[in-house]
């Protein structure tokens, strides 16, 4: 298994652009999470779906963050327009709920840098 | 609401040292641990889980932790840490009943390892 597959791995972009990343969960896989990592404020999660359906966007920092599931074997996570604050690394990660296994397997990451 | 502490944000040891990070979570019920190590410039991985059974859990690379229930905790230990140990730890607790697989991650710890 190729595991959780982002792409870009790396974003420079300016300010008020708009920047689209994109995740490939693991095959098999019902709940996909999107999170954010910066040295200040550390790991936070974003947005989470399960089968598909967000279930809670409450750390989607602002209206400018969106994020979609359009089936199974792939997110987007869209910030437009985008500041500098908004740098940091990205990370997809997915897991299987079912049969009690929550373990969860993140991806590369894509670290995005908002000139 | 469920909540995840490690009490060492930085820890500074030599090489062989023995190790120990702490890790409490708040939640009563049934709950699944986790350990996720985060080495510089990549994403996390998965040290070791905790599901049931054996409290005494071992992972890869020589770490285990331990589950006391009493204690709400799950700290992560190794008896001789190496300079390739240098990373940021994060204990993660999931409530593991019919829930969606959203993982609570501690803070982190920056573990340190001097040659």
């Known amino acids: 298994d190729a595991g959780v597959i982002q792409s870009p791995r790396h974003e420079v972009t300016e300010m008020g652009q708009e920047v689209t990343l994109r995740c490939k969960p693991i095959s098999g896989h019902n709940s996909l999470f999107w999170y954010r990592q910066t040295m200040m404020r550390g790991l936070e999660l974003l947005i989470y779906?399960?089968?598909?359906?967000?279930?809670?966007d409450s750390g989607m920092p602002e209206d400018r963050f969106s994020a979609k599931m359009p089936n199974a074997s792939f997110s987007t996570l869209k910030i437009q327009p985008s500041e500098p604050r908004d740098s940091a690394v990205y990370f997809c990660a997915s897991s299987l709920t079912s049969g009690g296994a929550f373990e969860q397997f993140f991806g590369p990451g894509t670290r995005l840098t908002v000139l | 609401a469920q909540s995840v502490s490690q009490h060492n944000h930085h820890v500074i040891l030599s090489e062989a040292a023995s190790l120990e990070l702490g890790c409490n979570y708040s939640?009563?019920?049934?709950?699944?641990l986790f350990w996720y190590v985060q080495y510089p410039g990549q994403h996390l991985q998965l040290l070791l889980k905790?599901?049931?059974?054996?409290?005494l859990v071992k992972g890869i690379k020589g770490f285990e932790a331990e589950f006391i229930k009493s204690k709400f905790s799950f700290n992560l230990r190794k008896p001789s840490v190496q300079w390739s140990d240098t990373a940021e730890y994060f204990c993660a607790v999931n409530s593991g009943s019919g829930n969606t697989g959203k993982l609570i991650f501690g803070q982190g710890t920056t573990l340190q390892v001097k040659p």
């Open positions: 905790y599901f049931s059974g054996d409290p």
């Open positions: 779906f399960n089968n598909n359906v967000p279930i809670d």
């Open positions: 939640y009563g019920g049934t709950v699944n």
